[in-house]
């Protein structure tokens, strides 16, 4: 009797393909090259670029940390997701949308007053006196 062939859910495929226990990993090093593409398909996230890359993101975050390259590989790929963000805002402001007009102005026009609340400095000392309910006083 022929037996059928079942297809293996992805959960299964990874459960049979784990190393088992005891079990030696072969581990490969990343080029700087090859992380720093990866930092930058993924915006700087470094948990996105260990998962395409197939390390652990600690792995992965200790290279980037100790690296200078990779720290600024990984900080130029933040910018330019905020470049993407903040064009995106524009394009959302000249089409009138009073959410991303709303979020701009509350953001940078702070110096126009376009803010929720009031941001107080100290510009010097503070003495507070603290009166307890028995009356007595602390400094």
């Given at each position: 009797?022929?037996?059928?062939?079942?297809?293996?859910?992805?959960?299964?495929?990874?459960?049979?393909?784990?190393?088992?226990?005891?079990?030696?990993?072969?581990?490969?090093?990343?080029?700087?090259?090859?992380?720093?593409?990866?930092?930058?398909?993924?915006?700087?996230?470094?948990?996105?670029?260990?998962k395409?890359?197939?390390?652990?993101y600690?792995?992965l975050?200790?290279?980037?940390?100790?690296?200078?390259?990779?720290?600024?590989?990984k900080?130029?790929?933040?910018?330019?997701?905020?470049?993407?963000?903040?064009?995106?805002?524009?394009?959302?402001?000249?089409?009138?949308?009073?959410?991303?007009?709303?979020?701009f102005?509350?953001?940078?026009?702070?110096?126009?007053?376009?803010?929720?609340?009031?941001?107080?400095?100290?510009?010097?000392?503070?003495?507070?006196?603290?009166?307890?309910?028995?009356?007595?006083?602390?400094?």
């Open positions: 009797m022929a037996r059928k062939k079942v297809e293996k859910t992805k959960k299964q495929a990874a459960i049979n393909n784990f190393p088992r226990k005891g079990a030696k990993i072969k581990q490969r090093r990343w080029s700087d090259r090859e992380i720093e593409e990866a930092l930058l398909r993924n915006f700087g996230i470094i948990s996105y670029a260990a395409e890359l197939g390390c652990s600690s792995a975050w200790k290279r980037v940390h100790a690296t200078e390259e990779l720290l600024a590989a900080e130029r790929a933040e910018e330019k997701i905020l470049d993407i963000a903040e064009a995106q805002l524009f394009k959302n402001i000249k089409e009138g949308k009073e959410a991303s007009l709303f979020f102005l509350k953001c940078r026009g702070k110096h126009r007053g376009y803010v929720e609340k009031h941001q107080v400095e100290n510009l010097g000392d503070i003495k507070i006196k603290i009166v307890h309910e028995d009356g007595k006083k602390k400094d």
